[in-house]
């Protein structure tokens, strides 16, 4: 295939790396999971995923230094420990203007690059019809389901393999 799928991401802070990893092994210890974090799965904030042609990764990359090269380092707070329909669990950040304005200037910059394409995630949920319109118009504006408001920031903890886990908690809080 001539093209690649990017998950254009921030790292959290050494602290928050630690936790994160805690937590998610904690979830694995005590629930069927597709991964855990590690050096492999390593924690991170997606920001933006794409799907692009492999001719325009060399001009991706470039936006993406030139961005980083002009953003101030700041802190993305986070909030509370929630389990998605979809299984994954999440840390969830809290809503913040410097990450919204990253976004905001990632996606400007980088959009355009897909030439139209859509994550393969999108492509198969607009296929099987099981989106809303909503999200249908976010896949077709942006490629992806991980832009806009619509998606909250957070760190993904694990992925549940079982979707009888609904009742998933967490024992104990995390600053």
Same mark, same amino acid.
């Given at each position: 295939?001539?093209?690649?799928?990017?998950?254009?991401?921030?790292?959290?802070?050494?602290?928050?790396?630690?936790?994160?990893?805690?937590?998610?092994?904690?979830?694995?210890?005590?629930?069927?999971?597709?991964?855990?974090?590690?050096?492999?799965?390593?924690?991170?904030?997606?920001?933006?995923?794409?799907?692009?042609?492999?001719?325009?990764?060399?001009?991706?990359?470039?936006?993406?230094?030139?961005?980083?090269?002009?953003?101030?380092?700041?802190? #993305?707070?986070?909030?509370? /420990?929630?389990?998605?329909?979809?299984? *994954?669990? +999440?840390?969830?950040?809290? &809503?913040?203007?410097? =990450?919204?304005?990253?976004?905001?200037?990632?996606?400007?910059?980088?959009?355009?690059?897909?030439?139209?394409?859509?994550?393969?995630?999108?492509?198969?949920?607009?296929?099987?019809?099981?989106?809303? #319109?909503?999200?249908?118009? /976010?896949?077709?504006?942006?490629?992806? *389901?991980? +832009?806009?408001?619509?998606? &909250?920031?957070?760190? =993904?903890?694990?992925?549940?393999?079982?979707?009888?886990?609904?009742?998933?908690?967490?024992?104990?809080?995390?600053?």
């Amino acid at each position: 295939m001539d093209d690649m799928e990017i998950n254009i991401v921030v790292l959290p802070d050494e602290k928050t790396k630690k936790i994160s990893v805690k937590i998610s092994k904690e979830i694995g210890s005590t629930h069927s999971t597709h991964f855990v974090l590690d050096n492999r799965h390593i924690p991170h904030i997606t920001l933006y995923q794409v799907r692009i042609p492999k001719k325009n990764y060399g001009k991706l990359k470039g936006v993406l230094r030139e961005i980083v090269a002009n953003t101030i380092k700041f802190q #993305v707070e986070l909030s509370e /420990i929630k389990l998605y329909p979809n299984r *994954f669990v +999440s840390w969830n950040c809290k &809503p913040s203007k410097n =990450t919204e304005k990253l976004q905001n200037r990632i996606i400007g910059a980088s959009n355009i690059l897909r030439e139209g394409k859509i994550i393969n995630e999108g492509v198969n949920a607009i296929k099987s019809k099981s989106v809303k #319109v909503q999200w249908i118009q /976010i896949l077709k504006k942006y490629g992806s *389901f991980r +832009s806009g408001k619509l998606f &909250p920031y957070h760190v =993904t903890l694990t992925r549940l393999q079982n979707p009888e886990n609904t009742n998933f908690h967490t024992r104990q809080k995390h600053a």
